[in-house]
């Protein structure tokens, strides 16, 4: 069955420290697309990430880093140096190519809470 | 660039009243969802839509029922509302490429307070 799973409830740092939130999937598909968002607390989903599952590379993009294992089943995001404005519940979710309508299986979210 | 339009954005309804959430999808996109998540909820999935199709359903209640019409616009329509349906409701479009689709674009949201 699929699942995404997001363990860390709610993260508190302080600003300028590094965080990581992770992600862990389950999926019996061979193709499938896992993904990133942010929600401010203004309430829209923001897009962060698509992966595909061939494509492990490894993305950096600014501050934020993502790091894709399919040996563990993990899609991870790090945020360095993190700010204020990064204060957000932060979604993972995953899309399997094989449910013919990518609809997406979100996580439970992670809550961060980035301290002046 | 244009982004999914939600409309409206807040809407407060009674107990057992009709309510009606309409998305504009992003142009050009084929396929529509739509998400609804409760008070520290994560999104869940409720129907979506391709090329005016239902395409999949899945935890919608037999009272919500949905369309996409020609112009691609989407309706979900909620009757004999209840406390519990007060949540956040998520559009969101995408484009169907071949095998697959682009990432979904998410419109800012419906909020409805049943009470």
């Known amino acids: 069955a699929q699942k995404v799973t997001q363990a860390q409830t709610e993260i508190s740092v302080v600003e300028k420290e590094d965080v990581t939130l992770d992600c862990v999937y389950e999926t019996r598909d061979t193709t499938y697309y896992l993904f990133w968002y942010k929600q401010p607390p203004s309430g829209e989903l923001v897009f962060l990430i698509r992966r595909n599952s061939f494509d492990e590379q490894n993305e950096i993009s600014g501050r934020y880093s993502w790091n894709f294992q399919k040996s563990t089943s993990s899609f991870n995001f790090t945020i360095t140096a993190s700010q204020v404005v990064d204060s957000a519940v932060y979604f993972c979710a995953l899309s399997e190519a094989t449910s013919g309508t990518y609809k997406y299986i979100f996580g439970t979210g992670t809550r961060l809470k980035v301290l002046a | 660039a244009a982004g999914v339009i939600q409309s409206p954005r807040h809407l407060i309804k009674e107990k057992r009243e009709t309510a009606t959430l309409k998305c504009y999808p992003i142009p050009r996109h084929d396929t529509v969802y739509w998400y609804q998540q409760g008070p520290g909820q994560d999104p869940q999935f409720l129907i979506s839509?391709?090329?005016?199709?239902?395409?999949d359903k899945g935890s919608i209640p037999d009272r919500f029922s949905a369309q996409q019409f020609s112009d691609y616009h989407s309706e979900l329509n909620m009757s004999s509302l209840e406390l519990g349906d007060s949540a956040l409701y998520f559009c969101a479009s995408s484009q169907r490429t071949g095998a697959a689709d682009t990432e979904a674009f998410f419109g800012q949201g419906t909020r409805l307070t049943v009470v």
């Open positions: 839509f391709y090329e005016k199709m239902q395409s």
